[in-house]
Nanobody
């Protein structure tokens, strides 16, 4: 089982920026890490993911494409850069890790490990 440690959540103004980070205890048995989010009263939804085997590929939901950017360090860390956030981005953001295939990257069941979540609030 992979332990995931998240950091970087908080309050951000609309149009500002925020960076979330997630560090995995091990990447030996995973080939992708990503982020989902859950707003109050809504289901958890896919945000972004990065898969490094086979090849390095990033994936984004339509809601965040062009505003959020996911990247990976060699030291088992993944970062989510949130640019020009809007109030609708307010949610608890969960880091996740697993071995999804291309067609299942946006599916929660494709991921085996989850972080505890970090709150992101977009408000002026």
């Amino acid at each position: 089982q992979v332990q995931l440690t998240e950091s970087g959540g908080g309050l951000v103004q609309p149009g500002g920026s925020l960076r979330l980070s997630c560090t995995a205890s091990s990447i030996n048995n995973i080939n992708a890490m990503g982020w989902f989010r859950q707003a109050p009263g809504k289901e958890r939804e896919f945000v972004a993911a990065i898969r490094w085997r086979p090849g390095a590929t990033t994936y984004y939901s339509d809601a965040v494409k062009g505003r959020f950017f996911i990247s990976r360090d060699k030291d088992r860390a993944v970062h989510l850069q949130i640019d020009t956030p809007i109030p609708e981005d307010t949610a608890v953001y969960y880091c996740t890790a697993g071995r999804p295939i291309t067609s299942t990257v946006i599916t929660m069941r494709s991921y085996s490990d989850w972080g505890q979540g970090t709150q992101v609030t977009v408000s002026s």
